[in-house]
C-alpha cells in the first residue's frame, strides 16, 4: 500500500517560515491535499491539487510537489497557526485515500 | 453553508455492532461523494470508506473490509457506516467528509465517537 510519511514536528518562531515535508514514492505525480487540524476541532483543508488554496486560507500558505516530496510551507508565522498538518493523495492503483501520520508544527 | 453532522457514536462490546449516521445539508448531497475518517486517541487521521454519488461504488480501507459496510440514502441526505464484528482497535473519532471537486475531502462534519470496550 501506498506510504506517506511526515516528521513528527516541526518548531517554528512567530514570523519565521515553517516548512512541512510529506514524502512518497513517486508523489510528484499524484494531487496532494493538506489539512490543518487545531485540538478539539474537525480537520480543515488548506491546501488541494498540489498548491492551491481554498478561499479563506491566507496566502502565506503555499504547496509544492516534485519528485518524491511534497511540501507545505507557511511563511510568516502566527501563533493561530500552531496545528497538526496532515497531508493526503488518492492511491489509484487501490482506489485507496492515503493520509500521512500528521505533524505538530509548535510556534515557539 | 455545507453541514456534515454524525451521530451513532457510544461504548460498545468488541465482536458487537453499532451503525453510524451522517446528516447532509446545505449542497446538493446526490452529487457528491462520501468518505468516512476516523481518528484514535491520539494519533492521526485514517481514510475509512468511499462511497460514489449514486451509492454505486464503494471502497474501503484494509483494516475494516468485510466488517464494516458503507451506504447511503439520497432522498434523506445521510451516509451511514455499518460497523460489525468491531475490534479495541475500531475505537476512534468518526468524520463524515465530502468529497470535493478538487480532490480534497472539502468538508467534515465534528465527529461521532466509537469507544469499543469491554
Known amino acids: 500500500s501506498y506510504v506517506l510519511t511526515q516528521p513528527p514536528s516541526v518548531s517554528v518562531a512567530p514570523g519565521k517560515t515553517a516548512i512541512v515535508s510529506c514524502d512518497g514514492n513517486n508523489i510528484g505525480s499524484k494531487s496532494v491535499q493538506w489539512y490543518q487540524q487545531k485540538p478539539g476541532q474537525a480537520p480543515v483543508v488548506v491546501m488541494y491539487s498540489d498548491t492551491d488554496r481554498p478561499s479563506g486560507i491566507p496566502e502565506r500558505f503555499s504547496g509544492s510537489n516534485s519528485g518524491n516530496m511534497a511540501t507545505l510551507t507557511i511563511i510568516r508565522v502566527e501563533a493561530g497557526d500552531e496545528a497538526d498538518y496532515y497531508c493526503?493523495?488518492?492511491?489509484?492503483?487501490?482506489?485507496?485515500?492515503?493520509f500521512g501520520g500528521g505533524t505538530k508544527v509548535t510556534v515557539l | 453553508q455545507v453541514q456534515l453532522v454524525e451521530s451513532g457514536g457510544g461504548v460498545v462490546q468488541p465482536g458487537r455492532s453499532l451503525r453510524l449516521s451522517c446528516a447532509a445539508s446545505g449542497f446538493t448531497f446526490s452529487s457528491y461523494g462520501m468518505h468516512w475518517v476516523r481518528q484514535a486517541p491520539g494519533k492521526g487521521l485514517e481514510w475509512v470508506s468511499f462511497?460514489?454519488?449514486?451509492?454505486?461504488?464503494?471502497s474501503y480501507a484494509d483494516s475494516v473490509k468485510g466488517r464494516f459496510a458503507i451506504s447511503r440514502d439520497n432522498s434523506k441526505n445521510k451516509v451511514y457506516l455499518q460497523m460489525n464484528d468491531l475490534r479495541h482497535e475500531d475505537t476512534a473519532l468518526y468524520f463524515c467528509?465530502?468529497?470535493?471537486?478538487?480532490?480534497?475531502?472539502?468538508?467534515w462534519g465534528q465527529g461521532t465517537l466509537v469507544t469499543v470496550s469491554s
Open positions: 462511497i460514489s454519488d449514486d451509492g454505486s461504488y464503494t
Open positions: 467528509a465530502r468529497d470535493g471537486e478538487d480532490d480534497s475531502f472539502d468538508s
Open positions: 493526503q493523495v488518492w492511491d489509484s492503483s487501490r482506489d485507496h485515500w492515503v
